[in-house]
């Protein structure tokens, strides 16, 4: 079974710009969750999907954006792009049901520079 | 005060010898914990879940979790030099209308383990 796959897996962007990040879950995975990754710090929770409605937003502001589509996949939208938003970005997928047992499944990430 | 709090390391192991990493938390309301090894460069791989007080073992990795004192620890077994990586503890907070189990990640510890 294909895991959790990431596009593009790495991406350079220009100050000001706009950025698309995809992921595609598990497959029967219906929850997909967003992370950001700075370096030397852990994984900070962005948003999260399930059946294609948001059900959790971390402390990011509202250049981030995130959508989650019929087939679950979803899209990550960073508009007017910081140099701080250089990162490892992360997406994760899970049963939802099983969540507490099993956590989350990451993908490889999407590693943005801002430059 | 970090809600996940590790130390940073590195952490250096003799090869064979046990590598013991410890997790403190803030959330009490935080019902299931997560072990995640993270190489360098890679996304983080799931390890060990526990939501139970006590131990949890599985293969050379033993995962403790004491609630009442909102501590998390994860054992490594004759550790090997495949072992050296980041290893990060996250908690998994309960699920409500406004977060539906986002996991808050500690920064990590750095294993090294030494041939």
């Known amino acids: 079974d294909a895991g959790v796959t990431q596009s593009p897996t790495h991406l350079i962007k220009t100050r000001g710009q706009q950025v698309t990040l995809r992921c595609s879950p598990i497959s029967g995975h219906k929850s997909v969750s967003w992370y950001q990754q700075v370096l030397g710090q852990g994984p900070q929770f962005i948003f999260q999907?399930?059946?294609?409605?948001?059900?959790g937003r971390g402390n990011f502001p509202d250049r981030f954006s995130a959508r989650q589509f019929p087939n679950y996949s979803s899209e990550l939208n960073v508009n007017a792009l910081l140099l701080g938003d250089s990162a490892l970005y992360l997406c994760?997928?899970?049963?939802?049901?099983?969540?507490?047992?099993?956590?989350?499944?990451f993908g490889s990430g999407t590693r943005l520079t801002v430059v | 005060q970090k809600e996940v709090e590790q130390n940073s390391g590195p952490l250096s192991v003799p090869e064979g010898a046990i590598a013991s990493l410890n997790c403190t938390y803030s959330?009490?309301?935080?019902?299931?914990f997560f072990w995640y090894r993270q190489y360098s460069g890679k996304s983080p791989e799931l390890i060990m879940s526990i939501y139970s007080n006590g131990d949890k073992e599985d293969g050379r990795f033993t995962a403790q979790l004491n609630k009442a004192s909102q501590y998390v620890s994860l054992l490594i077994r004759d550790s090997q030099p495949s072992d050296s990586a980041t290893y990060l503890c996250a908690g998994g907070s309960r699920m409500t209308t406004d977060s539906w189990g986002k996991l808050q990640f500690g920064a990590g510890t750095q294993v090294v383990v030494t041939p």
């Open positions: 994760a997928s899970s049963p939802l049901d099983s969540l507490i047992r099993y956590g989350y499944t």
């Open positions: 959330d009490r309301g935080s019902q299931s």
């Open positions: 999907y399930y059946e294609k409605e948001e059900r």
